[in-house]
Each structure stands twice: as C-alpha cells, then as structure tokens.
C-alpha cells in the first residue's frame, strides 16, 4: 500500500474507532487533553504491531482494550509520581511551605491511602515537623516585630 | 437505567459498524427508547468530537509515534553472551 493510501486508511480507522476511544480513556484518567493523548498512542501501538492483532478479533476490540490498558498504565504512573512527590516533601519537611490544594476526591483517596499505609514513626515525624515549622514560623514573626518597632523608633528620634 | 436492553459498548460498537450483521439487526429491532436515546447521544458526541479534532495532524501525530515505537534490532541475550564462551571451550562427552 502507498503512503498516501496508508494514510487514507489510518485516517478512516481514526475517524470510526476514535471517538469511542476517546470516551473510554476520558472515563479512566478523567481529563480529555490526556485522553486525546492515550487516543494517538493507542492507535500507534495498534498500528507499530497490526500484524500481531489481526487473529485477535475486530479492530475496535483491540483498539478498546489497548486505550484501556494504556490508560489505566498513565493512571498508575500518574499515582507513582505523585506518591514519589508527596514522599519527597516529607523528607525535604516543606509541607506546609505551599498549601497542597486537595483538588478531587481521587487527590482526597490517595492521600489518606498514602497516610494510612504510612508507618506511625514516619506520622509522628511528619507531625512534629509540622509542629516545628509553625513554631519558627511564630518565632520569625516575633523577631520581625522588634525590627520594626526599631524603625518606627529611629524615625521618631 | 432500568429500559436498557444493550449495553454502552454495544452501541458503540454499532456505532462504529464492529458488529456482525445479526447482532446489528437485533439492535435495530430490539432497541428500547432509552436504547435509542443513548444512541442518539453518543451519535452526536462522536460527531462533535469528530468537528474538533484535526484528522489530518493526528494521523501524522500518530505516524511520529510509530516511529518512536519501531523495535530495535535484536541483541543476544546478554547470559548467552557470557555462556556462549564456556559451552564452546567445553570438551564433548562420549557418547553413551
């Protein structure tokens, strides 16, 4: 087949199968730019090994359960690099340098699942480091207060 | 839905012409007016989604990421690399 018909080809594939897939990967990671995304890379995957896939069944089944998998993969990939993120402000003990907005109950689930699991040393010391940074927090606002009592004074001398 | 007689993904699969010819007939026929509804809405959400996307630029995106999956060429594996050296210098049994 020629490139151009190729192309014809992929384009007829993409505009039958698309759009549900579209559906399916949006259902899983909840967000339609990354389900486009998921959508590309299902097609490429289909297409990079066809061979493969054509004893496995109708194309649109295939297609469905590789946008699945890859979705659920993104997902999964998604809650590691969050979970690695989350542990490395534990120890880096800036959590409450930025307020963490809990955006959706998906955030709200992983991060109890994530406190849970935790060991209750590692709570204890998560809670402590919280306990000390509002105590510098209290002592950098008590040394900031004398400083400008001291200017106001200058100025009034 | 309590009047559903087909799932969502037998619609679609309808939708997307994946059905053998008996099933399709049997949806025609025997689709409830929830049935219908559902369909008439996936209809026009593909439709719409269809109007949005550029196929044209995500059949080449797609091309591009072909590229990226093509596999490499073979390599032995790396333990036969190591074992390929000692089965060779190994001297052969006598047969039994």
Redesign the interface.
Known sequence: MSAVGE?DA??EL???????L??RCASIVGNRDEA?DL???T???Y??SKDRWDNHG????VL?RIATNASIDRLRRRKTASEDELDAEVHRGDLGSEPRRIDNLHDLAFLTRGLSRRSSPSRCSTTSMATRRRESRRRSTCRAAPSVRSSTGSRST | MADRAFTDLELERFLAEDLPAARRAEIEAKATTADRTRLDELRSENQAFLAQVDVAAEVRAIGRRMEKLAPEPRKLATWWRWCSPVVRSRPRLPPC
Do not use: I
Request: aromatic share 16%.
């Open positions: 192309g992929v384009a993409y505009k039958r199968h698309a759009p549900a579209h559906r486009g959508v590309q890379e097609f490429a995957r297409l990079a109708s194309a649109f089944a469905y």
